[in-house]
């Protein structure tokens, strides 16, 4: 099984709501990733997890909360967000982090409108 | 800075023909992948080389490493409409944690 799901695959939200993005994998991977990406750019870097810890935070607003409940779950929480946030949001999934050669298996990704 | 700098970034050929997409940096990377993404979607992982002069095949599609490490090319043997979509080449170097994405070539084969 090489799959990652995220729910829900779209979500419409105004700037003063409270969701959350879930993400799952049960491959056995140690290391999450979160990345936004706008329409016709690459993946931008957001968020890396490692053995369900906090590795890397590229600088991301406070307003996106993540959080690795186990290592088969990562959640992304938003609140009062801004429409320029509206983006894809992907979770990605690898055996470890920093080994130098790994593959990421992406998600189908959440469609996230603000509004 | 782009470290990984990929051309072209526009392809739009006829069903039938071949094309080559480039991945070029100045920096050696440790390994690279390719990926294909599709509109909504997420990426979808197509290959991984490690070894510099590696060459991979999937199908009609060619994957080669340079033998510095530093570029990588994508050859698609008679194109066909099912492969159009966004191919993204990421490298990841040597001491750092981070992936490192181009800005992809989006690619549209005309049936």
């Known amino acids: 099984d090489t799959e990652v799901t995220q729910t829900p695959k779209h979500l419409v939200m105004g700037m003063t709501n409270k969701k959350s993005l879930k993400c799952e994998q049960h491959?056995?991977?140690?290391?999450m990733y979160w990345y936004k990406q706008k329409a016709k750019k690459p993946p931008e870097l957001m968020f890396v997890?490692?053995?369900?810890?906090?590795?890397i935070n590229e600088s991301v607003p406070s307003r996106f909360s993540p959080e690795c409940p186990n290592s088969s779950l990562l959640n992304l929480h938003l609140h009062a967000l801004q429409p320029e946030d509206s983006a894809l949001y992907l979770c990605?999934?690898?055996?470890?982090?920093?080994?130098?050669?790994?593959?990421?298996?992406f998600g189908p990704g959440t469609r996230l409108t603000v509004t | 800075t782009q470290l990984l700098e990929q051309s072209p970034q526009f392809l739009s050929i006829q069903e039938g023909e071949n094309l080559t997409v480039y991945c070029n940096s100045s920096?050696?990377?440790?390994?690279l992948q390719w990926y294909r993404q599709e509109p909504g979607e997420g990426p979808v992982l197509l290959v991984t080389?490690?070894?510099?002069?590696e060459v991979k095949k999937l199908k009609r599609l060619t994957f080669q490493f340079g033998d510095a490490r530093k570029d990588s090319s994508l050859h698609i043997t008679a194109a066909q409409p099912g492969d159009t979509g966004l191919y993204l080449c990421?490298?990841?170097?040597?001491?750092?944690?981070?992936?490192?994405f181009g800005k992809g070539t989006r690619l549209h084969i005309l049936p």
């Open positions: 990605a999934s690898s055996q470890v982090v920093g080994r130098g050669s790994y593959e990421q298996y």
């Open positions: 491959m056995g991977h140690r290391a």
């Open positions: 997890y490692s053995y369900e810890k906090l590795s």
């Open positions: 920096s050696v990377f440790s390994s």
């Open positions: 080389v490690v070894t510099g002069g």
């Open positions: 990421a490298g990841i170097k040597n001491r750092d944690d981070k992936i490192i």
